[in-house]
């Protein structure tokens, strides 16, 4: 650390992403992208705006704003596009607590949430998962909080009905609830259609998992008008043109394609249910995922052995050091040749 830094930020602990090791070709199971490349005309988008990339892009992000409010069917007024979903959910941060709204989550959640909470310097109170990994929604009820869940959760992939995620949003009429739908695509049930119902909603996605965008950065928010206003108002204090030209283009040309998309997210999720079918055989333990992830521990082998052993072996998965989740890996769900070199790497481990 530098003399300089400034003093309020001398203790945090900034988020880590996933690794990218250069050394070797790694098989990649540990960031949850899409194994699968945009399709054609996705790519051509981007390369048709990248030769004007002298001009600024559009600040507002209209023709994405358009085409993802008739895909999702909501307002284009409900929408707003962000650099990954990560930007919406920090601008919620920014937006909906401080000293006097604190914020509540799962203790077994995304990692970035409590780094922006300390980044703002908002209070914050952690709610442990119940034994089996799950939300107890009753948990999240009037709570006098900002509630910030994502559904389905990670590193856990277990999702919640809808009406549970409902009865959160209902009974916090006096706080925001953000619902981090990152994973939604792979099974969940999605809240965007209660926005109109509920001014204290905000739903998030991102086209990082089931749209191969990770690299491009683009994630939406969808809200009541008055909240997506409150979320401008941060952006245009931060970074206007937050979502540049190239992934403004992927964006929409991406929303065009969505026979390409359903047919890679049900791919996924018939290699998830056959990935996780066969660690059961082999004595894992398997949280039910509904996301493109498996949350998974084997009592032969410990967490972190496993996961320094797939990497010896070229695989890549996520290992936590969380108290309650050291036992476990998440391993992304990639092509089903993927999943086949990953289950002979285990089955390999667990025999030593
Ligand atoms: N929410 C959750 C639960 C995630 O796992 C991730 C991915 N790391 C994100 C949000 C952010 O993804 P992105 O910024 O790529 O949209």
């Known amino acids: 650390m530098s003399k300089y830094f400034s003093e309020k930020f001398s203790k945090l602990t900034p988020y880590t992403p996933g690794e990218q090791p250069k050394d070797m ?8 992208e899409s194994p699968f490349a945009p399709p054609k005309n ?3 988008a981007a390369k048709a705006e990248a030769g004007k990339a002298q001009l600024y892009c559009d600040p507002e992000c209209s023709a994405l704003k358009e085409k993802a409010a008739q895909v999702f069917g909501v307002k284009k007024e409900q929408v707003l596009p962000t650099n ?21 989550f799962p203790d077994i959640t995304y990692g970035f949430y409590s780094v922006f909470a300390k980044l703002h310097n908002i209070p914050y109170k952690t709610i ?32 919640l009905p809808l009406w549970q995620i409902e009865e959160i949003v209902k009974s916090n009429p006096k706080n925001v609830v953000v619902i ?9 049930e999605s809240a965007v259609r209660l926005i109109d119902k509920y001014d204290n909603l905000l739903v998030t996605q991102t086209f990082s998992k089931s749209r ?16 997506i206003a409150d979320l401008n108002t941060i952006k245009y204090s ?30 996924i999720c018939e290699n998830r249910e056959y990935t996780a079918a066969e660690l059961v055989k082999l004595g894992f ?18 967490g972190k052995t496993l996961y320094e052993k797939l990497k010896a072996r070229g695989i890549l998965v996520r290992h936590f050091n969380g108290e309650r989740i050291a036992a476990f890996n998440r391993v992304t769900v990639g092509t089903r040749e993927q999943m086949d070199a990953f289950l002979q790497a285990v089955k390999e481990i667990v025999k030593e």
């Open 25 to 32: 070709q790694y098989i990649k199971l540990n960031t949850n």
């Open 42 to 44: 996705v790519v051509d």
């Open 84 to 104: 990954g979903s990560d930007e919406i959910l920090l601008f919620a941060f920014m937006a909906f607590c401080d000293a006097s709204t604190p914020v509540v």
């Open 128 to 159: 442990p998962l119940k034994e089996d990994f799950s939300i107890d929604y009753r948990d999240y009820l009037g709570v006098n909080a900002t509630v910030v869940i994502a559904n389905p959760n990670a590193p856990t992939g277990m999702a």
């Open 180 to 188: 981090d739908e990152a994973y939604v695509d792979f099974g969940g």
């Open 212 to 227: 191969s965008l990770a690299g491009a950065r683009l994630g939406l928010g969808f809200a009541s008008e008055s909240l």
């Open 238 to 267: 931060t970074n206007p043109y937050n979502v540049n030209r190239m992934t403004a283009a992927m964006g929409v040309a991406a929303l065009c394609e969505e026979e390409y998309f359903k047919d890679t997210c049900k791919t």
């Open 285 to 302: 333990k398997v949280l039910p995922s509904k996301t493109n992830f498996l949350f998974v521990q084997s009592d032969e082998v410990d």
